[in-house]
């Protein structure tokens, strides 16, 4: 089941709120009985057994009745001066290595993060209404190591303070569910609402189009900032173009495309963040043309992600040129992020015990 965007919490009656966890969704298929006692499915359909051995074992001990669960599969990072959410390490979770994925296992173990049950016992609760549901959900008490249940509220008000406290502790928005709704797979019945900001990036590359000849249309453009030494770190893209407005990038940009100097071929500077980098995902680098930083364009975003230097976690959204703005005052000390916020807290839903702090 899937959420439309909207743009602030629904101040009508019928709906329950949730925090709207940044993860890994995933279905959790419990039988004690089966050959497998528990399955890991991904959002497409793809098994994630091998990845979260933890998960498996904490379903196994805490499930002992057949049952169909919804939900994310999150990783904490424990550290001072609260618990938050680390999309980073979850990240590194799916990983080719058997022996990697046990260490991983220890070091960063996951936590699936309940918020539906979708069957029980002999029972397929996809007809049920919403309350029920998750009445019976409650009912499974599932609140151990690396198993717990989301916290819910009927009130607006209170939705609105988890809005903006919860975030501090690398929540991604709320989610409002109609509490006469039932399960309907594929379908955009729930709503989500979800932070956003704006940050005036340098523009230093670009990606042609994966389905047009090279030179003909833009695919995304490459985004900078500098740190406070003037560096100049690769942090995300932008890349939601019309058709049309592809081929007029290719040209506009044309006179930028440089193989000279370009703060992104010198690979000397340590720990400078590029891109097209080799990871897990990549196994090759990806093509991108050098543009000479001169133009600034304003982009909105959601969260940032990664130690120092950070970059965005998601693709931006384009909002407008900035030409009256200098690139090389694009710097780190715009982004805003929000206070930090106990992740013991959220899963309590207890706004008050989470005390935000500066940073």
């Not at 799916?94 to 046990?102: E, K, Q």
């Not at 539906?116 to 049920?128: E, H, K, M, Q, S």
């Not at 502790?169 to 609402?193: F, H, N, S, V």
């Amino acid at each position: 089941m899937l959420a439309t965007p909207t743009d602030r919490i629904p101040r009508r009656g019928g709906l329950l709120f949730e925090p709207k966890w940044d993860g890994y969704r995933c279905l959790v298929f419990a039988d004690p009985q089966a050959d497998a006692p528990v399955q890991l499915q991904s959002r497409t359909g793809r098994s994630l057994d091998r990845y979260f051995p933890e998960v498996l074992a904490a379903v196994a001990e805490h499930v002992p009745r057949p049952a169909v669960l919804d939900g994310e599969l999150v990783v904490v990072r424990h550290d001072d001066p609260g618990d938050r959410l680390d999309w980073d390490a979850l990240s590194e979770r799916i990983h080719p290595a058997a022996s990697r994925v046990r260490t991983l296992a220890e070091r960063t173990p996951a936590t699936f993060i309940a918020f539906d049950l979708l069957a029980l016992d002999d029972r397929d609760l996809t007809g049920v209404p919403q309350r029920e549901r998750r009445e019976l959900l409650e009912g499974l008490g599932l609140d151990a190591r690396g198993l717990r249940t989301t916290p819910v509220t009927d009130d607006p008000d209170t939705a609105e303070e988890w809005f903006r406290l919860f975030e501090g502790a690398g929540l991604d928005g709320i989610i409002a569910k109609p509490t006469d709704g039932t399960y309907q797979p594929g379908k955009r019945t729930m709503l989500k609402i979800k932070h956003s900001r704006t940050a005036d990036c340098v523009v230093a590359g670009l990606r042609w189009h994966a389905k047009s000849r090279p030179g003909t249309a833009v695919g995304s453009l490459q985004l900078g900032l500098h740190d406070e030494h003037g560096v100049l770190h690769h942090v995300g893209v932008v890349g939601a173009f019309s058709d049309a407005r592809r081929r007029e990038l290719a040209t506009e940009l044309a006179e930028l495309i440089t193989d000279g100097e370009h703060p992104w071929l010198d690979r000397r500077t340590s720990g400078q963040r590029l891109p097209g980098s080799v990871n897990r995902w990549n196994t090759s680098e990806q093509p991108w043309v050098p543009l000479r930083p001169e133009r600034v364009v304003e982009v909105s975003y959601d969260h940032t992600e990664g130690a120092h230097p950070a970059r965005f976690r998601h693709t931006t959204q384009f909002v407008r040129w900035r030409p009256d703005r200098d690139p090389g005052s694009c710097r780190y000390d715009q982004l805003d992020e929000p206070a930090r916020y106990d992740l013991d807290a959220v899963l309590a839903g207890d706004v008050g015990r989470g005390t935000p702090s500066s940073g």
